[in-house]
Each structure stands twice: as structure tokens, then as C-alpha cells.
């Protein structure tokens, strides 16, 4: 028990220690103008290429423990660096710097009925804490985005990346040194148990926002123990509705985009709904599309009297993010009841209609409870790059404070800044 509690302070004030530098750090950030803080993104994009070879070296070290603990291929993917993706991640610290930087702009001025004056200005969230899974990428895109808004960041990765992760974060910190910026604006916790996450989760007095980046069990986890407040990204069960109007080929173009070019992302499709005045006819050709290409349909008892090959889908599967090449499918009797499934079990990501009729349409947009709502297009442009915010740090699925892809604008609040002549409140 002695040894337990000695071991839990030990965690404790690790992480108290690393909010706190994260916290000093955040107000020499605040301050910052905007030319030092693109010398430092040119100076850590110069430093992670200075550094190739430890990197990659610590990135062999972590792929090697994740084949002899026998990972998946497609995690082996995400884990993967090489020269190629490091230049792309240099690359990336690089594009921030050409993107305007939003701390201290004037949002609106004007002057009260007492006369004073009120001018309401971004500024910095202040420390961000971010929990990710084994994408040694976000460490740099993190980095980039909290330090060209004036932010400090606290990361803390998963124990499967942590060699690639601790050599990014050590030349991410020399470059922001190099450039007379505060090293511990980019801070690394290399603890990577539950006791040290939890603890981290907690630090309210140091940490503002806390964003957890990765698969739905590791955003409901950080969403249950956290005390600091959680801007809820990632999960993305989406579903495309084929409405009685459609165009076929447009439907069977836009389902394959959005479920097959890339399964595993949260802007992939995991459902498909159709209406039944057109299902008889064209859901056969979607699913020979879809077959074509792998994927596997789990439908519903309408869906089973058209496509015999198809299995057989129960509700779990209509609350599924799949990942792989699965899709559930739904025959709908209209495009109200498409809407009452997609908020009964949607996650608040993108929804997407395919039709030609306007009333289905405006219904659809009006209706559908989520961050981003598409009429006859792909559900994959939920991305910050595609909305051409040029850089992003997740997709919120909520609604406070940011929502849908999460550009420079959304790592910011603002204050009010109120100027006047001697004027006293008289009631």
C-alpha cells in the first residue's frame, strides 16, 4: 500500500511539474509576435530534418515492438516514419507559417451606451493537452498549431510510439529554443501509464482544453475521467442516405469515395441508407460496386430480400464505427425516417444525401444533427485541409467550442479589452 501511494505521488508531481512549465511557457507564447513564432516553426521544421537519423532510428525501435506484439499492418502503417513522411511533417510546420496567425485580431469595436469602449480580440487558449494513439505525425502537426497560436502543449502519446514520439518532441524543442522561444512550450509525457493520463486529465489548474485524438474507446475513456474540460474529436460513424431522386451513378461514385478510398479514417462512410422506391433497382449496383471492392454488407431484413449474399446486421452494427471495409445497410420508407436513424445513432460527424430533390434536400441540412451535413457529396472532405483552414488539429463532434475540422481559429478564445474616460457605473 506504502509503496502504491509513494509511486502515485512520484507520477503526480511529474505531471504537476510539466503542467507548470507548460503554464510559464504559455504566457511567453501569449506575447509572442507573430515573426518570432514563424522563426520557430522554420526552425523545428529544420530541426526535424537535422535529426532524421535518431528519429527514424527511435521509429524502428517502435515498430519493432509492435511486430513482436503482433499489430496489424494497418497500425504498423500509422506507426511507420521515413523520409518521406518526415519531410511531409517539416513540411507541414513549414505551410503554418504562410497561414495568418489569429491572436490579436480585432473582432469587433464599439462603444456602450456609458461611453466606454469595447474591443473584443483572439487570444490564446493557453496550455492544450493533447492524448493520442500511436501516430507519431501528431506530435509535429500538434506542435505547429498550438505554437502558431500561441499555445503551449502538453502531449502525451501512446506507449506504442513513445521512442519515435520522445525524439520528434526533443527536436521540436531546440527549434522553438533556437528561435528565443520557451522550450517547455512543447512538452512531452513520456509516463505513459493510466495513473500518469489520469493525472493529467486533472490538471485544472494548469491545463485549459484537453483533446483526445484516436480511436471512440480512447475518447470516451478521457471523456469520463477528465476534470479538465474535453473538446470531443474523432469518432466518426457517417452515413450516406440514397433519396428516391438520385442519380445512380452519382450515388454508386459517391458510397465507394467515402467507404472504400480510405476505411479507416473517422470521415468514412459505416452506413448506408436507401430509399425503398429506388432500392430494388439500385441497390444491386451499389452492392456489386461495393463488392467489387471488398467490402462487406451487414443490411437489414429489406436489404437481405434484395442482396441474398448480404449478412445480416443487428443494432450493434448500426452504431459501429467500422474502420474496415464492412457497411451496415438500411432500406428507409422516406427521407424523415433516413433522418430519425441518422440522429438516433450517428456521432455527430458527417452525414451525407444524395438527391435531386430540394425538399429532401433543405430537410436533410435543417434536420440532421451533426458538425458537417453534405447534399451529393463525398463525407471524405470533412477535413480541415479540404475546408481550406490549411492546417487541423482534429474534428469536433461537439458543439462547445469548436465544431467540425479544427483550424488555427479554433485553438484561440478572445477577451475584451475596454477603454475609458473615467466613467463609474451608477446602478
Known amino acids: 500500500m506504502g509503496n502504491h501511494l509513494n509511486t502515485e505521488n512520484i507520477v503526480n508531481e511529474e505531471v504537476l511539474k510539466l503542467g507548470r512549465q507548460a503554464k510559464a511557457a504559455s504566457l511567453a507564447l501569449a506575447a509572442a509576435p507573430s515573426e518570432q513564432k514563424n522563426r520557430a516553426l522554420h526552425k523545428m521544421a529544420a530541426a526535424l530534418l537535422d535529426n532524421e537519423t535518431p528519429i527514424l532510428a527511435a521509429n524502428q525501435l517502435d515498430l519493432q515492438s509492435a511486430q513482436r506484439l503482433g499489430m496489424s499492418a494497418a497500425f504498423l502503417d500509422r506507426l511507420k516514419l521515413d523520409e518521406k513522411r518526415l519531410r511531409e511533417m517539416a513540411g507541414g510546420l513549414l505551410a503554418l507559417c504562410e497561414l495568418p496567425d489569429p491572436i490579436g485580431q480585432e473582432m469587433a469595436r464599439w462603444q456602450a451606451a456609458s461611453g466606454i469602449e469595447i474591443i473584443q480580440k483572439r487570444v490564446p487558449l493557453g496550455v492544450i493537452g493533447i492524448i493520442y494513439e500511436a501516430r507519431p505525425n501528431v506530435t509535429s502537426d500538434a506542435a505547429g498549431i498550438c505554437l502558431k497560436t500561441g499555445n503551449a502543449v502538453l502531449l502525451r502519446g501512446g506507449s506504442d510510439a513513445l521512442q519515435s514520439n520522445q525524439a520528434i518532441c526533443q527536436a ?67 452515413h450516406i442516405y440514397v433519396e428516391a431522386s438520385a442519380q445512380p451513378q452519382m450515388a454508386v461514385d ?105 425538399a429532401a434536400a433543405a430537410y436533410f441540412q435543417q434536420n440532421v444533427d451533426a458538425a458537417a451535413v453534405y447534399v451529393n457529396a463525398s463525407t471524405r472532405f470533412t477535413d480541415g485541409f479540404q475546408f481550406g483552414f490549411g492546417a487541423e488539429i482534429g474534428i469536433s463532434t461537439q458543439k462547445l467550442h469548436a465544431r467540425g475540422p479544427m483550424g488555427l481559429i479554433a485553438m484561440t478564445s478572445y477577451k475584451y479589452l475596454i477603454n475609458g474616460t473615467g466613467q463609474i457605473r451608477e446602478a
Open 172 to 238: 521540436l524543442r531546440q527549434g522553438a529554443q533556437a528561435a528565443g522561444l520557451p522550450e517547455d512550450a512543447v512538452q512531452l509525457l513520456t509516463d505513459t501509464s493510466r495513473a500518469a493520463a489520469q493525472a493529467m486529465m486533472q490538471l485544472n489548474q494548469y491545463i485549459d482544453v484537453l483533446i483526445p485524438r484516436g480511436g471512440a474507446g480512447l475518447i470516451q475513456s478521457v471523456l469520463r475521467q477528465a476534470t479538465v474540460p474535453v473538446i470531443e474529436t474523432g469518432a466518426g460513424n457517417c
Open 254 to 358: 459517391i458510397i465507394l469515395n467515402a467507404k472504400v478510398q480510405r476505411p479507416a479514417v473517422c470521415n468514412a462512410a459505416e452506413t448506408l441508407l436507401i430509399d425503398e422506391a429506388c432500392a430494388p433497382a439500385l441497390l444491386p449496383q451499389i452492392a456489386q460496386a461495393l463488392r467489387t471492392q471488398g467490402v462487406e454488407i451487414r443490411g437489414c431484413q429489406k436489404t437481405l430480400q434484395i442482396l441474398q449474399d448480404a449478412s445480416p446486421a443487428g443494432d450493434e452494427d448500426w452504431r459501429k464505427e467500422y474502420g474496415a471495409l464492412i457497411i451496415a445497410c438500411r432500406v428507409v420508407q422516406n427521407y424523415q425516417e433516413a433522418v430519425e436513424h441518422i440522429n438516433r445513432y450517428n456521432t455527430r460527424h458527417s452525414e451525407a444525401i444524395i438527391t435531386e430533390n430540394p
